[in-house]
C-alpha cells in the first residue's frame, strides 16, 4: 500500500484545511483496514487526529472533533477555523489488523507541510 499526501501548503487563519490522501496498492473498505491522519507541529510529537475505517465509521481526537471530519472519498480531511497553532506536517497513515484486534501492517505517506499564516 502506498499513500500520498496532496493539499494546499499554505492557509490563512480561519479558513478552511481540505487534504487528500490518494491510496494505491490497497482499498480502503477492505477488511480491518484503519485509515489516519496524523501530524506533526515543529518541534513537537505526533498528534493523532482521526481515523476512518474499512466499515466507513469513524473516530476523531477529542481536541479535534469539533472542526474535524474525515470521508471514505480518498481519505479526504477536513478542518475547518484554522489556526496557527494548526501548523504541522500532516501524515495519512494506514493500519492493517488481524480478527483478534492485533496490528500487522501500516503504512505512512510521507506527510505534507501546512503553514496557517496571514
Known amino acids: 500500500v502506498q499513500l500520498q499526501e496532496s493539499g494546499p501548503g499554505l492557509v490563512k487563519p480561519s479558513q478552511t484545511l481540505s ?3 490518494t491510496v494505491s496498492g490497497g482499498s480502503i473498505t ?4 484503519y485509515w ?4 506533526q507541529p515543529p518541534g513537537k510529537g505526533l498528534e493523532w487526529i482521526g481515523h476512518i475505517a474499512y466499515s466507513g465509521s469513524t473516530y476523531y481526537s477529542p ?3 469539533s472542526r474535524t471530519s474525515i470521508s471514505r ?5 477536513q478542518m475547518n477555523r484554522l489556526e496557527p497553532e494548526d501548523t ?11 480478527q483478534h484486534g492485533d ?6 505517506g510521507q506527510g505534507t507541510q501546512v503553514t496557517v499564516s496571514t
Open 30 to 33: 477492505t477488511n480491518y483496514y
Open 36 to 39: 489516519s491522519w496524523i501530524r
Open 103 to 108: 496490528l500487522q501492517y501500516d503504512y505512512w
Open 19 to 21: 487534504l487528500t490522501c
Open 73 to 77: 472519498n480518498t481519505v479526504f480531511l
Open 88 to 98: 504541522a506536517v500532516y501524515y495519512c497513515y494506514a493500519a492493517y489488523y488481524n
Open 63 to 65: 481536541s479535534l472533533k
